[in-house]
Nanobody, 111 residues
């Protein structure tokens, strides 16, 4: 059974940072790229960033300068470090691996 479990979301003020985590089943993590996506209220799900099993990264243009995706193979975990958060970053953030999805973690940016 494939499991992806996200955590690290919350309510933060504009300008703050958050680090999201996604723990994956061992067998799927080691052989597949992983990605972070988000769905803002009233919008479709969109790509935030991806990282291959070899560590190559790709970012959506809108988040490139404020997000860093990384992975810890020993912990089967992928991270998304987000800095300088803005209200428009409010969304449910999902972890993806080989078209398996986690339940999402809510990020709310509000003063």
């Amino acid at each position: 059974q494939v499991q992806l479990v996200e955590s690290g979301g919350g309510l933060v003020q504009p300008g703050w940072s958050l680090r999201l985590s996604c723990v994956s089943s061992v067998w799927i993590f080691s052989t597949n790229p992983m990605g972070w996506y988000r769905r803002a209220p009233g919008k479709q799900r969109e790509l935030v960033a991806t990282i291959t099993q070899f560590g190559s990264t790709n970012y959506a243009g809108s988040v490139r300068v404020r997000c860093t995706i990384s992975r810890d193979n020993a912990k089967n975990t992928v991270y998304l470090q987000m800095n300088g958060l803005k209200p428009e970053n409010t969304a449910v953030y999902y972890c993806d691996c080989a078209n398996y999805w986690g339940q999402g973690t809510q990020v709310t940016v509000s003063s």
